[in-house]
Each structure stands twice: as C-alpha cells, then as structure tokens.
C-alpha cells in the first residue's frame, strides 16, 4: 500500500522559489515504476507537471516548466522532491505528487494509480 504525503507549498511573490517534497512509503521497486508531479487549479483540468522514471531515471517535464522546475529524489529513494524556480502567478495551483506501476504516457494523470493529499502553491 502505497503512501504518498507531500509538503513545502506555500505562498510566494512572481520569481521567487519553492521546493515541494512528497515521502514515498510503502512501495517496492518494479520495473517501470513512476512518480510524477502534478497540478490543478480551480475550474481546470489535472495536469501533469514533472515525472521521474524509477527504472531508468528519466525525467519529463510539461513545456511550460522546463527550464524553472527540476524533479529529483534524495539518495535514500524514499522522498521526491520539486524545486520551483521563477515562479509565475500562472503557476497557482494544488500541487499532488503520485505514482504509477506503468508509465507509457508519463505526464498523463490516468496514468498513475496513488496520490497524495496536495500541496498549495501559491504566486502574486
């Protein structure tokens, strides 16, 4: 039974920082095994922010974050971190981070099986 419980979001101004991280527990390693990083702000749709691929380490990211935010895990596997930089109002929203056994489509939401209770982002 997996266990996701994610935490740093808060309230910053337009370009300032953040750095989400997500506790990953009760999981065991298989091949394909993904964990992403998502949002969704009111009236839209989830989205998929940034994923790592636990097999390979591949990362993607969305077009609209790629060079601001980077996806990583600390030596140990057991957190999932994401480091907001330049942040933008647009960039408002709930952030989740969640995992998935099969990771075809990696930044699709359908994709992934467990999710965490969200984080609040906030930019002004």
């Known amino acids: 039974d997996v266990q996701l419980v994610e935490s740093g979001g808060g309230s910053v101004q337009a370009g300032g920082s953040l750095r989400l991280s997500c506790v990953v527990s009760?999981?065991?390693?298989?091949?394909?095994?993904?964990l992403g990083w998502f949002r969704q702000a009111p009236g839209k749709e989830r989205e998929g922010v940034a994923t790592?691929?636990?097999?390979?380490?591949?990362?993607d990211y969305a077009d609209s974050v790629k060079g601001r935010f980077t996806i990583s895990r600390d030596s140990a596997k057991t957190t999932l971190f994401l480091e907001m930089n330049s942040l933008k109002p647009d960039d408002t929203a709930m952030y989740y981070c969640?995992?998935?056994?099969?990771?075809?489509?990696?930044?699709?939401?359908?994709?992934?099986?467990?999710w965490g209770q969200g984080t609040q982002v906030t930019v002004s």
């Open positions: 009760g999981y065991a390693y298989s091949d394909g095994y993904c």
């Open positions: 790592i691929t636990l097999e390979t380490g591949n990362t």
């Open positions: 969640a995992t998935g056994v099969y990771c075809a489509n990696v930044l699709s939401p359908s994709e992934y099986d467990t």
